[in-house]
């Protein structure tokens, strides 16, 4: 069993639906409804109670696929191949070495080091048209390379 307080339930649920748009949203929501599924049931009927209160304008439900694809090249360090359309307009399919996902004014980025542009580029998620993970193994680049986040920026933890 979870020692969970039924607040404290109802906070990861209603931090999991209210970033349905982060990477490994789907992931985190199953997480969420195992641990549910061993509250003690009065503990479960408050949680459940309480959340009733809590509402959530969460995005329509999308495809998966570009998101999972990311979240796979980045778990497994693979080449992840996108169509990507800049703010100009221009499309281009490149080759990129998923480095971090970074969210910032409320939107999700893909750091990676571009194969095209021999260098770091921030890819907006949205923007991703297509996304497909290759076989080719990422070469290493780092977090580091990427350089200093912003002073408000930390890395997700459970701590």
């Given at each position: 069993?979870?020692?969970?307080?039924?607040?404290?339930?109802?906070?990861?649920?209603?931090?999991?639906?209210?970033a349905s748009d982060a990477p490994y949203a789907d992931l985190a929501?199953?997480?969420?409804?195992?641990?549910?599924?061993?509250?003690?049931?009065?503990?479960?009927?408050?949680?459940?109670?309480?959340?009733?209160?809590?509402?959530?304008?969460?995005?329509?439900a999308s495809s998966r696929a570009i998101p999972s694809a990311l979240e796979e090249a980045m778990a497994d360090q693979r080449v992840v191949r996108i169509r990507y359309t800049a703010k100009d307009g221009a499309v281009t399919t490149r080759d990129v070495e998923p480095i971090l996902f970074a969210s910032t004014s409320g939107r999700w980025f893909l750091v990676g080091w571009c194969r095209l542009r021999n260098g770091i580029r921030w890819f907006t998620v949205s923007s991703i048209e297509r996304a497909s993970v290759t076989a080719m193994e990422c070469t290493g680049h780092t977090v580091?390379?990427?350089?200093?986040?912003?002073?408000?920026?930390?890395p997700v933890h459970g701590g």
């Open positions: 069993p979870v020692p969970l307080s039924p607040a404290q339930a109802v906070a990861l649920m209603a931090a999991v639906s209210a929501s199953a997480g969420v409804r195992k641990i549910l599924d061993v509250l003690d049931p009065r503990t479960r009927a408050r949680a459940d109670e309480l959340a009733s209160r809590v509402w959530v304008n969460a995005p329509p580091e390379e990427v350089g200093e986040p912003p002073a408000n920026a930390r």
